[in-house]
Structures are given as structure tokens and as C-alpha cells.
């Protein structure tokens, strides 16, 4: 009697165990496959050039060395610069903000295409936001402001599927073209910039970003 008491008592434990079990199994499952989604959306926009006739081209920001652009926010806005000069849009608009000294990302990459032979006046620097979401609803501002209906946006490959959600989710129509990869890559960084997308992603669709 004492036997069947403590396994009936243990009836319930098992269940419990085995629930939590195959809960966790399909919690993994579930997860997994939502990162691989991304992932391979991610790699899609990476290997796409969507660039056709717009009405601006939105460069997105990196990082500025004393008034001097990045090697790789240069290479955006050289890539910019190869769009504007096919006649793809006939307006560069560059977002950033301050990268922490007394200049800011929007107005470094104006005035290096300046440097480069584009006319001031074909150019809008937009210079508060601070991550890849307030660029989305900066140039969404721009845009609207502007009577701008289709825009072209440059950035890092492994960026462009999230920013076109951004820019989608604030009704922007944007098409993504990215700038072109480095002759050598490391394999190291390039692995951690899908993580952080991937993650970047996931969180924002979450709303914990």
C-alpha cells in the first residue's frame, strides 16, 4: 500500500517533467527556425541591388573620425555617390547623428560628398538620429516633407533586410542597395554582424529594443 501511495504521488512529477520536456523542445524548435528565417532573409536583401529610378537615395550613418568618415561609412557614401551619378535619384540625403565629438554623421558625409563634386543643393543631411530605427523615421519625416515618394537606401549588406522592415513599417517605399563587399572580408566579423542583425531584428519585432 505504502508503494502504490508514493507512485501515485510520483504520477504527477513525471507529467510535470515530461511536459516541461517537450515544451522546451518545441520552444527550441520554434526558435530556431525563426532565426534561420532571418538569417536567410538577411542573405536574400545581402545579395540583392534593387537600386532603380527613386526620387533620393538615404545613405545610413557609420562612424566619423574627426569630421572624416569611416572607411566603412565611406564606402557608402561612394556607393551613393556611383547611384547618383547614374542618374538613379537626383537627391542624397545622409542620417546621423553625433558620434560622440563635435561633429555628427549626417553632416560629414554632406560635406564629403561636397568634396566629391555633388552640388549642395542635392544633398539633405539629417543629423539627430541615433540608431537604424530614428534614421527610418527621420528620412520617413524627410520624405513626407519633401513630397518624396520612392527612395533608394545604401547601407552594410548584412543591414538591408532590417532596414527595409523599418522604413517599410513607417510606410516608407524603399528599395536597398548595398554597398559593395571588400575584396577580403573577415570571416570573425562578418559572423558577429549576422548575430547582431539577427538579434537586432528579433528584438525590434519584439518591441524590447
Keep these: 500500500m505504502v508503494r502504490m501511495a508514493r507512485n501515485s504521488k510520483s504520477q504527477p512529477h513525471r507529467w ?27 542573405e536574400i536583401y545581402a545579395h540583392q541591388d534593387q ?21 566603412v561609412y565611406r564606402a557608402r557614401l561612394d556607393h551613393a555617390l556611383v547611384l ?19 561633429y555628427n554623421e549626417g553632416a560629414v558625409g554632406e560635406e564629403y560628398l561636397i568634396s566629391r563634386g555633388v552640388p549642395e543643393q542635392d544633398i539633405i543631411a539629417e543629423t539627430s538620429s541615433r540608431n537604424t530605427e530614428e534614421s527610418a523615421q527621420r528620412i520617413a519625416v524627410i520624405a513626407r516633407v519633401n513630397g518624396l515618394h520612392r ?31 571588400p575584396a577580403v572580408e573577415d570571416k570573425t566579423l562578418e559572423a558577429e554582424r549576422l548575430a547582431h542583425e539577427i538579434l537586432s531584428y528579433t528584438f525590434w519585432r519584439l518591441h524590447l529594443h
Excluded: K, N
Excluded at 526620387?55 to 562612424?63: K, P, Q, S, Y
Design 51 to 71: 537600386a532603380a529610378p527613386a526620387d533620393a537615395i538615404g545613405v545610413l550613418g557609420a562612424a566619423e573620425y574627426d569630421g572624416r568618415p569611416s572607411p
Design 151 to 181: 527612395l533608394v537606401v545604401v547601407s552594410d549588406d548584412t543591414h538591408m533586410f532590417r532596414i527595409h522592415a523599418i522604413c517599410a513599417a513607417e510606410g516608407l517605399d524603399v528599395l536597398t542597395s548595398p554597398r559593395p563587399r
Design 84 to 102: 547618383y551619378h547614374r542618374g538613379i535619384a537626383p537627391l542624397i540625403i545622409t542620417l546621423g547623428g553625433s558620434g560622440g565629438d563635435q
Design 16 to 42: 510535470f517533467l515530461r511536459a516541461a520536456f517537450v515544451l522546451a523542445v518545441v520552444l527550441a524548435a520554434g526558435a530556431f527556425c525563426w532565426f534561420y528565417w532571418v538569417y536567410v532573409q538577411i
